[in-house]
Each structure stands twice: as C-alpha cells, then as structure tokens.
C-alpha cells in the first residue's frame, strides 16, 4: 500500500545547512488539482506536514525521538496552474528539546512563490514498534 509521500510524489528531499534547511520537490498532476485546474491548497498543506514531519525526524531519529505535526499556519499567495514542480525550500527557526518550528517558502517552476508555511513540530519519544533504526524513505 502507498503511504503519503508516494501517493504526493514527493522528490529529492533532503537537509541543508547543516541540518537547519531543507530542499524537496512535489511533482504536481491532476490527482494534486481542485476542480478548477489549480494546486489544491490541501495537497501544498499535505507536502508542507510530510517533509516538516520528516525533516525533524532526520535531526532527532538518533536520540529515539520522533516528529510529529503539532501546528500549522499557511498563506496562499498565488496559484499553481498546470502541471510542474511546487518547490519547498524550508528553514529551521527554533531546535528546541520538544519542537521544532520550519518556516516553509513554496515556488512553482518559474520561481513564482506559491505559499508560505510556518509548521510548528512536537518532538516525541517514538514507541519502540513505531519506527525501526534503520527505516529508509524513498524520496
């Protein structure tokens, strides 16, 4: 069964800056559109929670600790029509001990930015059946 980050099709995601940025691609279909043609504001949520969620996973899987979508606020500035690839580039504004908070900017494929995010994680301690050590994502 696909889980989220397949069905999204989410791409290239990764951490920058040392761990305090992250790059990542979501190639836009139909199945990402509203009935009017454009992005739908809930897929851009979706890809913003998914990579948020993963990146913080990635800075504290380590310590046996993973991160969950406590918050989230979007703006969406302008719309994403057709087919493509909705960019986010993310940066880390506070790595504390039980959140973290990304502030998200989101750019279509003409660097025309898209939406805004700020995504507010809670770091937990993962279940010992929840997620193994070794756990890889196919981004």
Known sequence: MPNIM?????????????GMGFYSEMHVNDF???????L?????????ETVGSYMSYELVKDKGLVGVGQSMSCQHLHPFVGD????????LLHKGAKTHVWDMLFYDQDDHL??????T???????????PKDMKVNF
């Not at 397949?6 to 040392?18: G, S, V």
């Not at 990402?32 to 454009?38: D, F, R, V």
């Open 121 to 131: 994680v809670a770091i937990i301690q993962a279940r010992p059946d929840q997620i």
């Open 114 to 119: 898209i939406a805004h995010v700020n995504f």
């Open 84 to 91: 493509g690839i909705l960019v986010a580039k993310g940066k």
């Open 40 to 48: 739908h504001g809930g897929a851009t949520m979706a890809f913003a």
């Open 6 to 18: 397949d069905l999204l099709n989410i791409k290239n995601t990764h951490l920058t800056e040392e």
């Open 32 to 38: 990402h559109k509203q009935p009017l043609g454009w």
